[in-house]
């Protein structure tokens, strides 16, 4: 009923961008929050991004000033912009949204299944 939908990962040079985008469709009443997630080989997932609905952001230290998010409300997605990459960032991303279903009383949260990143020579 609820599906979100990751786009936009590839192979990218070091010091390249990347736009990844994700969109949530379904029996969605309101959303609170998106945010991207990253999860390396052999690591734990860890919290890239997030945007809520009045627009506040994080970032993680390691990902500021080099990427931003943003989200359109009227089509319920979200959009990451990441420039100059680094192999560091290499990982799978994940979207992730807090949100309220079509006749719930409370916001859960709901994961995308992932888009590869790779940033290699």
């Known amino acids: 009923q609820v599906q979100l939908v990751e786009s936009g990962g590839g192979l990218v040079q070091p010091g390249g961008s990347l736009r990844l985008s994700c969109a949530a469709s379904g029996s969605i009443f309101s959303i609170n929050a998106m945010g991207w997630y990253r999860q390396a080989p052999g690591e734990q997932r860890e919290l890239v991004a997030r945007i809520n609905r009045n627009d506040n952001t994080y970032y993680a230290d390691s990902v500021k000033g080099r990427f931003t998010i943003s989200r359109d409300n009227a089509k319920n997605t979200v959009s990451l912009q990441m420039n100059s990459l680094k192999p560091e960032d290499t990982a799978v991303y994940y979207c992730?949204?807090?949100?309220?279903?079509?006749?719930?009383?409370?916001?859960?949260?709901?994961w995308g299944r992932g888009t590869q990143v790779t940033v290699s020579s």
């Open positions: 992730n949204a807090d949100l309220r279903l079509s006749g719930s009383y409370y916001y859960t949260l709901h």
